[in-house]
């Protein structure tokens, strides 16, 4: 019996109606569209924060060993940013857009009108499983909308907590979680959303695009890809290699969308590359990377058994010049470099998301951009380089979700920028305004007085009143006077 009830799922797909339901009916009764609401809800997440955040730090540690800076600062202050960035921008954010009119329409003024979308669903991701959580409730919160959230089983206290937390200190009419594993997804993703965003994987995205489609959801996708890292010779070798274990090592041991995937340098390049990476791993990690306290640990035995495959490839295994040391039962895996490694092998052929970076070669920097551009899309690409042409072939060339030129990583922390994929890496964006705009519907609206009413458009139609709709749909002032004289060749 004990197991029955641990086993039951936390939502079916009857309570989940139910839910959304209840979601509904309290958005219906607009509270949600004011701004005084969006405020309180907003302020009180940064409340939230400033009082709960040992908590949050101890989650995000149990979840993933994840070290306090990286809590601190990529999860906590990051969203804080985005909750003050939004308090401070909402209320001119919420204002309606003026937009031009043409002779057509003529007398008349138009506007841009924000609203809500309605009820909204947030899938997020286990990697940074407060920040993916929030950060897009941030832009939902600010828009008006009542939200779901559902974070992920995979970091189990950090989602108890988000749970405790958002009961606690928001809305629970308008705001709700909904904890559980694959059986309360499904539940979820039965119902109609009025938007859905989710942050993972490709296989799940499908299910959950497929899911919205039978309700005609518009869906948000931060998914993912393989990251590359362009390492020119013409560069501060030291700083560059610093730079790329901030965003590889440094980002939660690799377990991060945007982490570079793998490195294209030069083969009379590559062995002055790889001894920096041996000296600043070591100056950063210790002679012994596994007890390194600075060093995020595999999230779980199913994701490091994935990343031993990687490694225990016959065709890369022997390709290992740094690093590959593994502790299966804390499941950690040092920062591991790998040279030389094959085109077919597993590892350049899946998105890595660990500690792992392999490094093509090639003869010349330029053959770099054909290799990016064989295969999808990823949610970022980077480049070091000194030399001005490079840097605008690298923008004009790749298509990825965000370009980083000499760092990696850094244009997450810029709310001006929209964080978001293309093609296999993801849809939409959000972050800053574009969160906002992202929860947003933008409402056309005009507005004519009764004067001027135009003849033209109404019957018995003429070749007199098809001249001036010609002219009028043209906005030439000389082919209307022409019209209305009679001039019109029509």
Not at 151 to 173: G, H
Not at 224 to 235: E, L, Q, R, T
Not at 347 to 367: A, Q, R, S, T
Request: some cysteine; hydrophobic content about 40%.
């Amino acid at each position: 019996m004990t197991s029955e009830v641990e086993n039951k799922p936390v939502i079916c797909t009857e309570s989940a109606k139910e839910l959304v339901k209840e979601l509904r009916a309290s958005f219906a009764t607009g509270k949600t569209k004011s701004y005084e609401w969006r405020l309180t809800q907003l302020n009180a997440m940064v409340k939230m924060m400033e009082e709960k955040e040992p908590q949050i730090v101890a989650a995000l540690h149990d979840d993933l060993s994840k070290p306090e800076l990286e809590s601190s600062i990529y999860e906590i202050a990051m969203l804080k940013n985005s909750c003050r960035l939004a308090v401070k921008n909402m209320k001119h954010w919420m204002m309606p857009e003026k937009a031009k009119t043409s002779l057509v329409t003529f007398p008349s003024s138009a506007e841009i009108v924000s609203e809500p979308l309605g009820v909204v669903l947030v899938i997020s991701a286990w990697n940074y499983p407060f920040l993916l959580s929030l950060d897009p409730i941030v832009g939902a919160i600010a828009a008006g909308n009542a939200i779901v959230l559902k974070p992920s089983e995979i970091a189990p206290a950090t989602s108890l907590l988000l749970a405790r937390l958002v009961a606690e200190y928001l809305d629970s009419s308008c705001i709700k979680v909904v904890e559980g594993a694959v059986p309360e997804t499904a539940a979820l993703l039965e119902q109609k959303w009025d938007k859905i965003l989710y942050t993972g994987n490709g296989r799940v995205a499908r299910i959950v695009m497929a899911a919205a489609a039978k309700h005609l959801t518009p869906v948000v996708m931060e998914l993912g890809g393989k990251c590359p890292v362009i390492v020119d010779s013409d560069i501060n070798l030291q700083v560059a290699t610093r730079r790329i274990i901030a965003g590889k090592w440094g980002c939660n041991n690799g377990q991060a969308c945007i982490s570079p995937d793998y490195i294209i340098t030069m083969k009379d390049y590559a062995q002055k590359l790889i001894d920096s990476f041996k000296c600043e791993l070591e100056r950063f990690y210790g002679k012994n990377p596994l007890e390194s306290k600075d060093l995020s640990r595999i999230v779980n035995s199913n994701h490091f058994a994935r990343l031993s495959k990687l490694l225990d490839e016959d065709k890369v295994s022997s390709k290992i010049v740094h690093g590959g040391e593994r502790d299966k039962e804390n499941l950690k895996i040092t920062p591991t470099i790998l040279l030389d490694v094959p085109r077919d092998s597993l590892i350049m052929n899946e998105e890595i998301f660990g500690p792992l970076l392999p490094v093509f070669l090639v003869d010349k920097v330029e053959d770099s951009f054909d290799v990016i551009n064989s295969g999808t899309k990823p949610l970022a690409a980077y480049l070091f380089t000194n030399k001005k042409k490079l840097k605008e072939k690298f923008v004009a060339t790749v298509s990825a979700g965000g370009l980083v030129i000499n760092d990696t990583t850094v244009h997450l922390a810029e709310p001006t920028l929209p964080f978001g994929g293309v093609g296999d890496s993801g849809m939409g964006a959000y972050h800053g305004k574009f969160s906002f705009d992202a929860f947003s519907h933008k409402k056309a609206v005009l507005y004519r007085g009764f004067a001027c009413d135009a003849f033209v458009r109404y019957p018995p139609y003429t070749r007199g009143k098809l001249g001036l709709l010609r002219a009028l749909f043209d906005g030439s002032i000389l082919g209307i006077i022409r019209a209305l004289l009679g001039w019109s060749k029509a």
